[in-house]
């Protein structure tokens, strides 16, 4: 089922429409089933209802560990490269990997964790988080990764949204310079949720912490009281695998469900085929495993194939911005898959971060997580890989579950910033406004998917019904992705960023409604209205107008204040880039906010304000444009 060359591509697609349920039959075969589906595929995107492999059982761990252990145990499933340099990396073999899992799914067992149940995992990027996502796995249980610069409330809404009995977490996190609590960020969080029975503490930092006898214990204590024997969980193909939440355009994050045959399936098929993944070739996939980058292409999808997946804790610019070099020089690195954002901050250093190190090891390169702008991918193709790696832009998202268009690498022919083909399986269309597929080349619409797909989403976590509402309503009988996106002459995709109210800050997605819920819970603020603006290193910054009860005396120091709570209520990910004072908003006469004008202000572009003559007040258009930042 690998695909080598354009024409096999070509094939494999053309079969992939024409019967999908025997491609996907085909490429499911090569997994380990406990007991085979009955039937491939059952689906509706009207509920929306999508069944795949249908009656199968299997655990996903049997095919991302065991079924290794005869002829890779001594092989390198992860390498873990530390925050600092000079400190030793870790190389897990699968062997070790496969005890490791098991023994600390005992530990959940212990405390009582059963399949179904949900577990909150809360980590730094160690190895640890790899073994407890896995371990959640082979005992069915659901877990729910929650990434390490999130708020003590933002893990509080999570843990309550799922009704989480455990937490898993460490102490401390290093990041760079930065020693980052955990667990005390746990502690505040927990003061808010009533579900969690236990919380396992991994040690890190061994920075104090309060340990509460009866709920909180330490990982390296309980591991050491447990079997390294653990059967798999026999699980439905259609049993929850995780949850993950993700932002949207209204109300707080959803928990998007992806469940186990399916999901284990494409995550593996992508991971093989887009990377031209070859036996013994080392992955450094730069993602946090809190996003699902990190699920899909550090964990799951390598895993599944048996590569060696390398893990890093830090970050790109410490100890300098010729950190992920010295990595790939280090450990060989093969294949790095990165973000825009990463690659554009790292060329603002200069090359001599790149010159002293031998990249010589690197054969593809990849992108993800916003749209990749011409100089980044020049740069990243000329310097990085010296105009001799593919470099492939893969476009998708957390609904999704893997890429859905890319080049394969070496395969397709490139075309920079552009995502160019879908994938054997993805049945993509453009529409208009009305939902009318616009047809032929050379034309831009909003992006949907009209045939469904292994990895896809299955529903939103305790809500179906905002599931179908967000993907499946807009244009009935499509999911839509509420992405827009243009396909040229030769029938190639260039992704152009977001139709709705979600901003991609350093690839990072972000919903204004979250960042507006958040200021205005600010002391003195009456109202505001976030956009996303052009920003050269995160793709995009937050931009907020902000009115307030009384004008500021420090607009400085308020605007701090603001930050502060953001902070507090979301993470440092949301603090915004920009707060513009203003005495009201554009708002039409039904008292919508007219956000078309605050982004024009926001991007610079006051002269092209286009009609305002529907605003309740036009008045203040004026206002906000004197007072840009
Ligand atoms: C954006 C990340 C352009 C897009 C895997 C999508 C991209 C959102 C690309 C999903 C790309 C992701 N080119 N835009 N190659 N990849 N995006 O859920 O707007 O964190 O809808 O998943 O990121 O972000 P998410």
Known sequence: MNITTFEEYQTAYAQ???????????????????????????????????????????????????????????????????????????????????????????????????????????LPMVPELAIAVLACARIGAVHSVVFGGFSAQSIADRINDAGCTMVITSDGAYRGAKVIPMKSTVDDALEKCSTVKNVIVMTRTRTPISMLKGRDHWWEEEVKHVDAICPAEEMDAEDTLFILYTSGSTGKPKGVVHTCGGYMVYAAYTFSNVFQYQPGEIHFCTADIGWITGHSYIVYGPLCEGATSLMFEGVPTYPDAGRFWEI??????????????AIRSLMSFGLQYVKDHDLSSLTKLGSVGEPINEEAWQWMKHNIGKNNCPLIDTWWQTETGGIMITPIAGVTPEKPTYATLPLPGIQPLLVDEHGNEIEG???????????????????????????????????????????????????????????????????????????????????????????????????????????????????????????VTVTRVIGPIARPDKIQFVSGLPKTRSGKIMRRILRKVAEGE????????????????????????
């Open 16 to 122: 992939s429409v024409s019967d999908p349920e025997g491609f996907w039959a085909e490429v499911a075969q090569q997994f380990v089933w406990k007991k085979p589906w009955k039937k491939v595929l059952e689906w509706n995107f009207t509920e929306p209802s999508v069944k795949w492999f249908v009656g199968g059982k299997m655990n996903i761990t049997e095919n991302a560990l065991d079924r290794h252990l005869a002829d890779k145990a001594d092989h390198p499933a992860i390498i873990w490269e530390p925050n600092e340099p000079d400190d030793q990396p870790v190389t897990i073999t699968y062997s070790m990997l496969h005890t490791r899992v098991c023994r600390f799914a005992n530990v959940l067992k212990k405390y009582g964790v059963k399949k179904g149940d949900r577990v909150c995992i809360y």
């Open 328 to 341: 790939v020089e280090k450990h060989k690195v093969n294949i790095l898959y990165t973000a825009p954002t």
């Open 441 to 563: 080349n050379g034309v831009s619409g909003n992006l949907c998917i009209k045939f469904p797909w292994p990895g896809m989403i299955r529903t939103t976590y305790g809500d179906h019904e905002r599931c179908k509402q967000t993907y499946f309503s807009t244009y009935p009988g499509l999911y839509f992705t509420g992405d827009g996106c243009l396909r040229d002459e030769d029938g190639y995709y260039r992704i152009t960023g977001r139709v709705d109210d979600v901003i991609n800050v350093s690839g990072h997605r972000i919903g204004t409604a979250e960042v507006e819920n958040a200021i205005n819970m600010h002391l003195g603020v009456v109202e505001s209205a976030v956009v996303g603006y052009p920003h050269d290193i995160k793709g995009q910054g937050i931009y907020a107008y902000v009115i307030t009860e009384h004008k500021p005396d420090d607009p400085e120091m308020f605007r701090k204040d603001i930050a």
């Open 606 to 629: 006051t002269s092209s304000l286009g009609d305002t003559s529907t605003l309740l007040d036009p008045t203040i258009v004026d206002e906000i444009k004197d007072g840009a930042l």
